[in-house]
């Protein structure tokens, strides 16, 4: 059975894609699913996260799209996490200019996972907090998104924006891609306003809201820049339990409980 290709995506910054990509891989590890993170950020934040040093890459994502390497010689062990990693750096942010050029540019990673999508269950991708061309990639690779997001004033025109992109990429070019859920992070039950933005979510997007709650937690927040996911350095925390529940559910929504 080929890979789960799910994009980790939305359009606005800081709502915790990276943190929830890595903590979600190292969940679906723990839960026996077979996991690739593909780092699509030049930032390399999922990299890093995941306890791999992105300076000493020899072989990545941009070495990928350009059709330099493939994906079974370029993806490396995340050993604190359990699950391999296709890693980025700086060195990504050239693809996007390069990418210009070529033939096909908005298929470079779909064509490359073909060669490796029945050796996973789940392929995560980190999308960055933009609309490139490396963005682009990443939703014609996948057939679901899971969409972090903040529950704060402007959300539902966030996420709206990112749904109308999806629709748009789903009627010209890929037409298995769906959002698989959006996930509220970073979620304090005890702020009001927070509360009620998450009634209005619901009101408005119902079943495509995953029941899981990330909680505001400091150290949570901040997993990648400890180079582990936080069910590797504090397996008994509430927001690490939260990310296992969330695998659990998205396992359950993808039909492989």
Excluded: W
């Excluded at 000493?56 to 994906?71: C, K, N, P, R």
């Excluded at 970073?186 to 079943?207: A, I, P």
Aim: net charge negative.
């Amino acid at each position: 059975m080929s890979a789960q290709i799910i994009a980790v995506a939305n359009q606005k910054g800081g709502v915790g894609k990276t943190t929830t990509t890595v903590n979600l891989a190292a969940s679906l590890a723990r839960r026996g699913q077979r996991v690739l993170v593909i780092d699509l950020d030049p930032q390399g934040n999922a990299t890093t996260g995941s306890g791999i040093d992105k300076a000493s890459l020899e072989e990545g994502v941009y070495q990928v799209v350009l059709g330099d390497a493939d994906i079974k010689t370029a993806a490396v062990r995340s050993e604190c996490g359990g699950y391999d990693v296709l890693g980025a750096n700086r060195a990504l942010s050239g693809a996007e200019i390069e990418l210009v050029q070529e033939i096909a540019r908005e298929i470079r990673l779909k064509n490359a996972l073909q060669a490796v999508e029945n050796d996973y269950d789940f392929v995560l991708i980190d999308c960055p907090p933009s609309l490139t061309l490396l963005t682009l990639n990443g939703l014609v690779a996948a057939n679901g998104v899971i969409v972090p997001m903040l529950c704060e004033y402007y959300a539902l025109e966030g996420i709206s924006d990112l749904i109308a992109t999806v629709r748009k990429i789903r009627q010209a070019i890929n037409p298995k891609l769906d959002i698989t859920g959006i996930v509220r992070t970073l979620y304090d039950s005890r702020s009001r306003l927070v509360v009620e933005v998450s009634e209005q979510l619901r009101n408005h997007f119902g079943d495509l809201l995953f029941e899981t709650t990330i909680p505001r937690n400091i150290r949570l927040a901040e997993a990648p820049s400890h180079g582990m996911p936080a069910l590797a350095y504090d397996p008994a925390a509430k927001g690490t339990k939260a990310y296992l529940s969330l695998a659990d559910e998205l396992l359950q929504r993808v039909g492989k409980a």
